[in-house]
């Protein structure tokens, strides 16, 4: 069955950067269309970037990370990566990685808190 296993979050400082990696089985990866999403604390969980089959990339800038999260993967690996950079508190948020449009089923996410 599907399975997605998002890794890379942690605490950092402000200005700080991250790699999230998402690890994914079940599914024909090469194929699919991926994103990260993330759910900050008392927010709804909303998408912050895909990226199809052939690399091509779609940012959501509803909210103030473009330019700073660069979205890609790796299909040797069957992961897909969200670089992070010049991160701010609002960043803070738990980060996952489905399919789009997403599965039901959802791994477990990655933590990331941006905080001095």
């Known amino acids: 069955q599907v399975q997605f296993v998002e890794s890379g979050g942690g605490l950092v400082q402000p200005g700080g950067s991250l790699r999230l990696s998402c690890q994914v089985s079940g599914i024909a990866f090469d194929l699919a269309v991926m994103g990260w999403y993330r759910q900050a604390p008392g927010k709804q969980r909303h998408l912050v970037a895909g990226?199809?089959?052939?690399?091509?990339?779609?940012?959501n800038y509803t909210d103030s990370w473009k330019g700073r999260f660069t979205i890609s993967r790796d299909n040797a690996k069957n992961t897909i990566y969200l670089q992070m950079n010049s991160l701010k508190p609002e960043d803070t948020a738990v980060y996952y990685c489905?399919?789009?449009?997403?599965?039901?089923?959802w791994g477990q996410g990655t933590q990331v808190t941006v905080s001095s």
């Open positions: 489905n399919r789009m449009p997403p599965f039901d089923y």
């Open positions: 990226i199809n089959d052939l690399g091509r990339t779609n940012y």
